[in-house]
């Protein structure tokens, strides 16, 4: 079996403080291949933003994070902060919901695109202000030599995010995680950043992690798709597997609510009823057994464990077949 | 960042007192450099024939003479220069300590953040003139102590200004961008939190200098700034209240100097701060 470009295993994140405890992650484990991409899917609040966060070591101060995360072999979390600060931004690279704070506001695009390749490679100012500007034309920016001196307000939110992509790509990382990248978006641009996306992928062949709550982001690019609910991982599958035949119901009723174009118009959108728990209550049961239309006695009693193959898992007393 | 510039100089330029306070401090930072040049007597000649003088135009003593027959003239703008001096080194220590202290305290947060504004706390609970009174018994005076202790007090409130705006940036996503592509502490304070509260910064300097001169003038005033032969607007002023009824412009001469730079200056950092205060740059 090839070593995993990321692995996590059982990563629980709490808040805590003196009258509550907030679980925002409950023993998540996953594995990244190198080459792979994966697709991340889950409601506000599910956990998925915290999980890759975590393997930034960008949490709140006072997150307690227990479990491993490892990157190419090497525990993430615990490392000292000048052995993450070599691997953050060059091997294992992060791109962010909101394109438009992203950017030091003071800076401009070619500084803080060389910044990056000053600070890891080593490499000259003038030679970094150099693949700044290319890695901006292979992202498709256009006119990229001007942007260079640019600021960011002068730019789009499209552009921003284009530079956001082309600063995290520049040192070639084995992975990329890419927060919502089009969440703040508007479609066009959405799929287009998506196109670049896909084509530096197959150029460079890194890993792709892509979080989102919307599944037709994921379903064009994702290898394999994660699907999250309330901190835990519910779901593991091949994307066109779980895009045709989701095994856990909560996967079921979140991919009825994507509208779709060539079906039966409907008078209204599908929701899903009710509302995530509090991330608060401790959990004995299933955490959708109460919006789950198969839930039985045993959901509500006891906790389904994530089994199956690698391949295909899935946290269910009584998955879909 | 040019458009930001262009922006808050076109504002400034609307403020329509900000402008001519600039212009008033300008020309009495030259008149106080080239002013000795005009007028051939100096800070220390002792003229017997014109002992307190009134001000004239017939014995080239412009603004009259002290009590010692010393012209006022030559007096005052070297006060005024040992004054303007020492505002603006006070100053430019009060902002690279000040910026420096507040930007790590709010950068690094939790327990440092606390113990670092601890210490500003109970610096700044201490009375400001027995602080200095204390330096000057324990090293002696010299006016270049008078710099330094001066500006070690005035950066209290610089800090406290630049970590309160360190907070809300430390919060920015381009921090945490910053830190995912993997920048050091260090260099994400000194290049992505520091330039960014540099305009509060700019404003409390320009309100800074005022402050530091009045202060100076006053420790001056009491005798424990410039000592004779050497002037300063504090000491100057300090002598012509002796001499109030018999020799008022021994008082009115430094004192409306005192008063207008000030003035200006006060007036010019008002006119800064709303041409630099925006919303969201």
């Given at each position: 079996m090839v070593v995993p470009i990321l692995n996590v295993d059982e990563l629980s994140i709490r808040y805590a403080d003196r009258s509550r405890a907030l679980e925002a992650v409950a023993g998540a484990s996953l594995r990244i291949a190198p080459?792979?991409?994966?697709g991340v899917v889950g409601e506000s609040g599910s956990g998925k933003s915290q999980?890759?966060?975590a393997a930034m070591g960008l949490l709140a101060g006072h997150a307690r994070v227990t479990g491993s995360i490892r990157f190419a072999g090497d525990e993430l979390l615990g490392a000292k902060a000048a052995a993450l600060?070599?691997?953050?931004?060059?091997k294992l690279s992060m791109i962010f919901q909101d394109p438009m704070t992203s950017l030091t506001p003071h800076l401009r695009i070619g500084t803080q695109l060389a910044e990056v390749l000053v600070?890891?490679?080593?490499?000259?100012?003038?030679?970094?202000?150099?693949?700044?500007?290319?890695?901006l034309e292979r992202v498709q920016l256009t006119d990229p030599k001007r942007r260079l001196n640019?600021?960011?307000?002068?730019?789009?939110?499209?552009?921003?995010?284009?530079?956001?992509l082309a600063m995290s790509l520049l040192c070639r990382p084995d992975l990329l995680i890419a927060d919502e990248p089009t969440t703040a978006l508007d479609v066009t641009v959405q799929a287009q950043i998506l196109e670049v996306l896909r084509a530096v992928r197959s150029e460079t062949g890194m890993a792709l992690v892509l979080i989102s709550h919307d599944f037709a982001v994921i379903a064009g690019l994702a290898d394999r798709i994660l699907v999250m609910y309330a901190g835990r991982i519910v779901e593991n599958a091949a994307a066109d597997e779980l895009l045709r035949r989701?095994?856990?119901?909560?996967?079921?009723?979140?991919?009825?609510?994507?509208?779709?174009l060539s079906g039966p118009r409907l008078a209204r959108l599908p929701t899903l009823a009710g509302q995530p728990p509090q991330p608060g209550e401790a959990l004995q049961a299933c955490p959708f057994a109460p919006r789950c239309p198969r839930a039985a006695d045993r959901c509500r009693l006891e906790r389904p464990a994530l089994a199956g193959s690698s391949m295909s898992q899935v946290a269910c007393h009584f998955p879909l077949s | 960042m040019s458009v930001f510039l262009d922006d808050a100089t076109r504002r400034l330029r609307a403020s329509p007192a900000a402008v001519p306070a600039l212009l008033a401090i300008l020309a009495i930072v030259i008149i106080t450099l080239f002013g000795p040049w005009l007028n051939a007597n100096n800070t220390e000649t002792l003229d017997w024939l014109h002992v307190a003088a009134h001000p004239t135009l017939q014995n080239a003593h412009w603004f009259g003479t002290d009590r010692l027959g010393r012209d006022l003239y030559a007096r005052t703008l070297a006060g005024a220069r040992v004054s303007i001096a020492i505002g603006l080194v006070a100053s430019a220590i009060s902002i690279l300590v000040g910026v420096s202290y507040g930007a790590v305290a709010g950068y690094i947060g939790g327990r440092t953040d606390h113990l670092m504004m601890r210490i500003i706390e109970i610096l700044s609970g201490l009375p400001l003139i027995f602080f200095v009174i204390f330096l000057t018994v324990i090293f002696g005076r010299s006016e270049y102590l008078l710099f330094v202790s001066i500006g070690a007090v005035g950066w209290l409130t610089m800090a406290r200004?630049?970590?309160?705006?360190?907070?809300?940036?430390?919060?920015?996503?381009?921090?945490?961008?910053a830190v995912a592509g993997g920048a050091g502490t260090g260099r994400i304070i000194a290049k992505h939190v520091v330039p960014n509260v540099i305009g509060p910064v700019i404003v409390y300097a320009t309100l800074t200098v005022p402050q530091i001169i009045l202060f100076e003038s006053f420790l001056s005033f009491l005798g424990l700034g410039i000592q004779e032969p050497g002037a300063s607007l504090g000491s100057l002023i300090a002598e012509g209240v002796g001499e109030m009824e018999a020799a008022p412009w021994m008082l009115l001469v430094p004192g409306s100097f005192l008063a207008i730079l000030l003035l200006c200056l006060n007036i010019f950092g008002d006119g800064l701060r709303d041409a630099l205060d925006v919303k969201d740059a």
């Open positions: 080459q792979e991409c994966v999980l890759f966060l600060n070599r691997v953050r931004g060059s600070c890891h490679l080593g490499v000259s100012w003038t030679e970094a202000r150099s693949a700044a500007g290319r890695m640019q600021y960011p307000h002068e730019l789009s939110g499209g552009m921003r995010q284009r530079v956001m989701p095994r856990h119901p909560y996967s079921a009723e979140l991919l009825k609510c994507v509208p779709s | 200004i630049v970590r309160g705006q360190t907070l809300s940036i430390r919060q920015q996503d381009f921090i945490a961008a």
